[in-house]
């Protein structure tokens, strides 16, 4: 194994570390909250043998390691939040749920490192209504009883929010929820949040998911939330993780994705991503030509 697939190897099964790019004016940093193991049956049908070909995407446990945070986006004095973490809690495995142990709480002390309190945040950008993404949003700020963005409005994609009820299987309750409430501005397809910040509505994985387009420097970044869960998929879209709402839906916009990721200037951020949370689709994969994810910090 030469050094480069060692380090790929060795970032595939660790959660992501604080990583910056610049587009132009704009500066975007991975800011991680937590992680969480997700077993090979977070997608449904895979063979076992699939996973054996390709052990580089399990950790010690055999699980897949996913990353839990945000992204932070930032423009002069100006900062936008996509995701909000898990929040300060935790849960153990459960046999039940194709999930391993997932815990947060590090964002708030990762946004002081780059010297941001949560009172510079001007707008938390949601791309969907699980817990993983709602974690600061909601939950109490620690001594406080009040959620820590107290000046921040929550940008929810519309359909998103109508069909908030469709997320409470998926353990984002109706407490949840009420909090939200009085903080949601719904946005819709092709609005622009921020400067050079837009909103693709991508439907699939939950009723309104929501991508978020970032321009910049002749580049554009794609921050796609959970239409991806792990780099494989790249070489995989018709892989539905077993959360998709409508996996049909899902799929279809996964393979566009893999397409669009693949066009001059273009870079993603998969938020679960493991440590490769930002990278670009290039031709590698087993037989050397098929899409791949290319780490590009």
């Known amino acids: 194994m030469n ?7 060795e970032r595939l099964r660790r959660p992501a570390s604080m990583r910056s790019l610049r ?4 500066t975007v940093t991975y800011v991680p909250d937590g992680a969480v193991r997700l077993t090979p049956r977070f997608f449904p049908g895979i063979p076992q043998h699939v996973w054996d070909e390709a052990p580089e995407y399990l950790d010690e446990s055999g699980n897949l390691v ?3 945070g945000g992204l932070l986006v930032e423009r002069g004095d100006r900062a936008l939040l996509i995701d909000a973490g898990f929040g300060p809690q935790s849960l153990p495995a459960d046999d039940r749920n194709p999930h391993g142990a997932i815990h947060g709480g590090a964002l708030l002390d990762n946004l002081a ?3 941001r309190t949560p009172g510079d945040i001007e707008a938390v950008a949601i791309t969907h209504l699980h817990i993983d993404h709602l974690g600061w949003a909601w939950h109490p700020a620690p001594g406080g009883t009040r ?11 519309e ?9 409470v299987e998926h353990g984002t309750s109706r407490e949840m929820l009420g909090i939200l409430e009085t903080r949601v501005r719904t946005v819709s397809d092709g609005e622009e949040i921020f400067p050079d910040v837009r ?25 796609f939330g959970d239409a991806l869960h792990t780099p494989i998929q790249i070489g995989h879209p018709e892989w539905s993780a077993i959360s998709d709402h409508d996996p049909a839906l899902a799929t279809g916009f996964r393979r566009r994705l893999v397409a669009e990721l693949s066009e001059p200037g273009t870079i993603g951020f998969g938020i679960h991503f493991a440590d490769v949370v930002f990278g670009q689709v290039k031709p590698g994969g087993v037989s050397g030509d098929e899409p791949a994810w290319q780490p590009v910090a």
């Open 23 to 26: 587009l132009g004016d704009t």
């Open 66 to 68: 996913a990353s839990i």
């Open 3 to 9: 050094n480069a697939v060692r380090d790929l190897t």
């Open 159 to 167: 359909p998103e929010w109508t069909h908030r009820h469709l997320v």
């Open 113 to 115: 490192v780059l010297g």
């Open 147 to 157: 959620p820590v963005f107290t000046g921040a409005d929550y940008l929810v994609a």
């Open 199 to 223: 909103v693709r509505i991508t439907p699939g994985h939950t009723a309104g998911h929501t991508a978020y387009i970032i321009s910049g420097g002749g580049q554009r970044l794609i921050a």
